[in-house]
């Protein structure tokens, strides 16, 4: 069964750096791209990067330039890899996966993504 597996969060001082990761067990990554979701407490979760089962990545501008995001196809993991970081980048971040073939992920349209994991905190404190 698919399921998805966040860890890597963490508590850090802004500036500073975290890199999450995410096992994605019983997935195709050549069927499924992947996105990474955050909600901060009392927002509503809001997409933050996705990468195409082809590698292409996108970001929302709030993150562009700081975070990267990253796959394995052979360890079935991604990674997102966050540099520079904000208080207001403090959330609780999810992996999702969407049922899509092609270069992009888009991220817009959250129920488009069947599975999610339990999600990992990160705060980041000023």
């Known amino acids: 069964q698919e399921h998805l597996v966040e860890s890597g969060g963490g508590s850090v001082q802004a500036g500073g750096s975290l890199r999450l990761s995410c096992v994605a067990t019983g997935y195709d990554f050549n069927a499924y791209c992947f996105a990474w979701f955050r909600q901060a407490p009392g927002k509503e979760r809001e997409g933050v990067v996705g990468?195409?089962?082809?590698?292409?990545?996108t970001h929302s501008d709030s993150v562009k330039g700081r975070f990267i995001i990253s796959k394995d196809n052979d360890v079935n993991t991604l990674w997102l890899q966050m540099n520079s970081l904000k208080p207001e980048d403090t959330a609780m971040y999810y992996c999702?996966?969407?049922?899509?073939?092609?270069?992009?992920?888009?991220?817009?349209?959250?129920?488009?993504?069947?599975?999610w994991g339990q999600g990992t905190q990160v705060t980041v404190f000023a």
């Open positions: 999702a996966a969407r049922q899509m073939r092609g270069w992009l992920c888009p991220f817009g349209d959250e129920k488009l993504f069947g599975v």
């Open positions: 990468v195409g089962t082809f590698g292409g990545t």
